[in-house]
């Protein structure tokens, strides 16, 4: 997906008796000179229209004017200039009127940064004076703020994520309608807000974005979201040094103290997937056994955490824990696990010189769940007490074992 080839789609429309236009995120991102994924293209043209012009097309929402036109391997958004209706479920209007003005199209848009248009030769449509905006750094509603909050709850969010990427102010009527219609957010699917959640946590400045979720109470229906947001600011600024998501929850979960079954509720709420919740709560479980605090590192002793849970989750918890200690004086907890797992002569149960079928097999016992308890006290054993990992030597010790257990 590229610029230059989708000048040829606004070259078609132009060709064709039509006005056509970059729009929205992409612009903004052009100007800032920030990587752009998507690019929208609206025009005066009708979705009938723009089919017969392209054939290679998918009608992608034709009911709002929308059609994806494919191109070298890559979709572009075509979208006719429109007007919208009543806002039924605070999210999505009920009906669309396509219009042939390119200003009545950009005024219903959300922020004047997203309300700038440009043509195939770099030339600027920005009626609402978004240009200005973006240089100033402020992000500001179109028209009436809280006209526009009204009409779609998520846009709270989306300002509080563009703050937080882009390290901007929110201009003031904008910021105090956004506190007038957060009660509104409750209407919002939790998907939608977990996502703009995701992307503030994301981005370069969460800190920014946590403060403006607190200031705005835009997470009020949920008290454990909103005391997550609400930790130190010191402690989100730390989410950028972090590897994924789950580790950035986690983090989050730990400075406000959620116990680990808290910490599944809220995976819950969010409606993590099980792979997701699993690890926050993975996270968030040992990481409240080590109890390290935020302004005392620690040696941590590996052994124990690696026969539990193996090297590469161990990595993402040493990250975690740097996280933690991040404006502590250097303790390279990375070169400390790296440094314990190479002393280990077997670094895992399937190194080990018998394997399952065989120890129930020579003991003469039928399978179970003992059998993976006895790999594991072998692998402890020859991987930190010196047991020799030979046949002979592992099922001596498994005899010694059995014995003293009566598995």
Not at 28 to 34: E, K, P, Q
Not at 345 to 371: C, F, H, I, M, R
Request: charged share 25%.
């Amino acid at each position: 997906m590229g610029k230059k080839q989708a000048e040829i789609i606004l070259k078609i429309l132009e060709e064709n008796g039509y006005e056509a236009y970059f729009v929205g995120g992409c612009v903004r991102d052009w100007l800032l000179n920030r990587p752009v994924h998507d690019i929208d293209i609206c025009t005066n043209a009708h979705p009938g229209d723009v089919m017969r012009l392209f054939p290679d097309h998918v009608p992608t929402g034709l009911k709002h004017g929308t059609v994806s036109v494919k191109l070298d391997g890559s979709l572009y958004e075509v979208t006719t200039y429109r007007t919208e209706g009543r806002y039924e479920d605070f999210r999505r209007p009920s009906e669309v009127s396509f219009v042939s003005e390119l200003r009545i199209d950009l005024e219903r848009r959300d922020f004047t940064m997203n309300a700038i248009a440009m043509d195939r030769n770099g030339c600027l449509k920005d009626p609402l004076q978004g240009k200005a905006d973006l240089e100033n750094g402020l992000i500001r509603a179109v028209g009436i703020p809280v006209q526009r909050f009204r009409e779609d709850a998520l846009r709270i969010l989306r300002a509080v994520r563009f703050a937080a990427q882009l390290h901007f102010q929110i201009e003031p009527a904008t910021l105090a309608a956004m506190s007038e219609t957060s009660f509104l957010l409750s209407h919002i699917a939790m998907e939608r807000v977990r996502d703009e959640l995701h992307k503030i946590m994301d981005s370069p400045a969460p800190e920014v974005g946590a403060r403006l979720l607190a200031e705005t109470a835009a997470l009020h229906t949920s008290p454990l979201l909103q005391r997550l947001f609400s930790v130190r600011q010191e402690y989100v600024s730390r989410l950028p040094f972090l590897a994924n998501l789950p580790q950035k929850w986690a983090l989050l979960m730990y400075a406000a103290g959620l116990a680990p079954d808290q910490a599944r509720g809220v995976c819950h709420e969010l409606k993590l997937s099980k792979r997701e919740t699993e690890a926050v709560c993975s996270f968030v479980q040992h990481i409240t056994q080590l109890k390290p605090k935020w302004d005392e590192p620690t040696v941590i002793d590996w052994r124990p955490l690696l026969l539990q849970t193996g090297l590469p989750f161990c990595l993402e918890l040493s990250n975690l824990l740097e996280a933690v200690w991040k404006n502590m004086p250097a303790l390279d907890l990375k070169k400390s696990l790296e440094d314990t797992c190479e002393k280990m002569p077997v670094k895992s149960v399937q190194e080990l010189a018998l394997n399952g079928k065989q120890l129930y097999t020579l003991l003469d016992k039928k399978p179970g769940q003992w059998v993976q308890h006895m790999l594991q006290h072998l692998w402890e054993q020859t991987a930190f007490y010196g047991l020799a990992n030979t046949p002979e030597a592992l099922l001596e010790e498994a005899k010694k074992e059995v014995a003293r257990h009566e598995y």
